[in-house]
Every structure is written in structure tokens, then in C-alpha cells.
């Protein structure tokens, strides 16, 4: 039986059968966070694979640049994260019915293809030359496309849109992701002023002390 399957067995049928994956997964009540969380994980990894790694004609910034694990703990989890949070907020407001659990396993779901198909194309860097480039973007392509056709439908099975309202949600998530990230960059600046407000006047007192 398709409904006796395990958590991973779940994660295969999304993948290759989304149409109907996600919502047997949702009729079903299935989908387990930590798998999700492993694949954030395993984003993050893919990330840094594809900007510390792969042959020399392709990568050779890598190599002489400094290593700086912001930018991309940004280009994995913040992104995943304001995805999770921005499309649940939005969809609430507009009667979707998925909750944040759910929008996070899908989305996480959403994204395998997407990190399988990263490292695979890295890999492929080592021994195919700038000629035969042609195959390493068809597979990073092939991975970015199959992910965002999961993300749809994983979209629409979890908050039970029709097509046309997924994809108007989805281009609202990332308005509302923008949003979310501006507001904590102003945020950071914010709080970084006030402390070197007081730590300003901790330093004049102190000296004055010592004077």
C-alpha cells in the first residue's frame, strides 16, 4: 500500500510523483521535520560545495579568495527561513490552509532535486572541460526547475489554492521575503548604532575616570 511507506519513501513519492505526492502526504498527515531540517542542512552544504569546490576552470576565485560562511548561511537557511515564515504569514491572511510545519517540510522537500543536482554539477567540474560546459548548466538547470515545480505543487497541496492562486502566493512570498529581510537589516544597523551610542559614552566615561 502507497500509504504504508516510510518517511523516506514519502520524501521519493513527492519527488517523482508531486502532482499527487504532496497531496497523498497531506491526506495522509505525513512528512517528518527532521528530514526537513537534514535537507536545510544539506543545503547549506551544497552551497558551500558549489562556492569552495570544483576544477580550477571553473572555480578559480575559490581558491585565492578568503572563506566567509555568511553570505552563505544567507543563501541557505535565511532564504529557507524567510521563505517558511513569509509564506505562512501571507497564505493566513488569505485563507490557505497549511500551517507553518507543514510549509516548512514541503518547501524542504521542494528543494532535494535542487541540492542533488548542485553537487552533481560541482563534481562534474573535475573532469569536463569549459567546452562541454553545456552539460554542467543542464544539470544545474534541470535541478533548479524540478525544485520550483515541487515547490508549486507543494504549495498548492498545502494550502489547497488552484494553480493560478499558487502562483500569485509564491511571487507574494518573495515580495514578503524582501520585506522580512529589509526590516532585519534595519534592525541590525539599528541595534548596532545604539551600541556604539553606549559603548561610546562607556569608553568618555572611562577615560575621564582615569584622567
Not at 502532482?19 to 526537513?36: H, P, V
Amino acid at each position: 500500500m502507497i500509504y504504508d511507506m516510510t518517511p523516506v519513501q514519502w520524501l521519493k513519492h513527492v519527488i517523482f510523483h508531486p502532482i499527487d505526492g504532496f497531496e497523498d502526504m497531506r491526506w495522509k498527515k505525513q512528512g517528518s521535520l527532521k528530514i526537513a531540517l537534514v535537507i536545510v542542512f544539506f543545503l547549506f552544504v551544497a552551497q558551500v560545495v558549489k562556492s569552495r569546490f570544483g576544477g580550477f576552470a571553473y572555480n578559480m576565485y575559490a581558491y585565492t579568495s578568503l572563506f566567509s560562511i555568511i553570505p552563505i548561511l544567507i543563501q541557505s537557511v535565511v532564504y529557507y527561513g524567510t521563505w517558511v515564515v513569509a509564506n505562512w504569514a501571507l497564505c493566513t491572511l488569505f485563507n490557505g490552509e497549511g500551517k507553518m510545519k507543514r510549509v516548512a517540510i514541503y518547501t524542504a522537500y521542494s528543494l532535494v532535486p535542487y541540492i542533488v543536482c548542485s553537487i552533481i554539477s560541482v563534481f562534474m567540474t573535475y573532469f569536463l572541460t569549459t567546452d562541454e560546459s553545456i552539460w554542467i548548466s543542464f544539470i544545474s538547470n534541470l535541478g533548479l526547475y524540478w525544485s520550483l515545480l515541487l515547490l508549486i505543487f507543494g504549495m498548492k497541496a498545502c494550502h489547497q489554492y488552484s494553480f493560478s492562486q499558487t502562483i500569485l502566493s509564491m511571487i507574494f512570498t518573495v515580495v514578503g521575503m524582501l520585506l522580512i529581510l529589509f526590516l532585519f537589516v534595519l534592525m541590525m544597523s539599528l541595534f548596532q548604532q545604539v551600541w556604539l551610542f553606549f559603548y561610546t559614552i562607556y569608553t568618555e566615561i572611562l577615560y575621564r575616570l582615569r584622567a
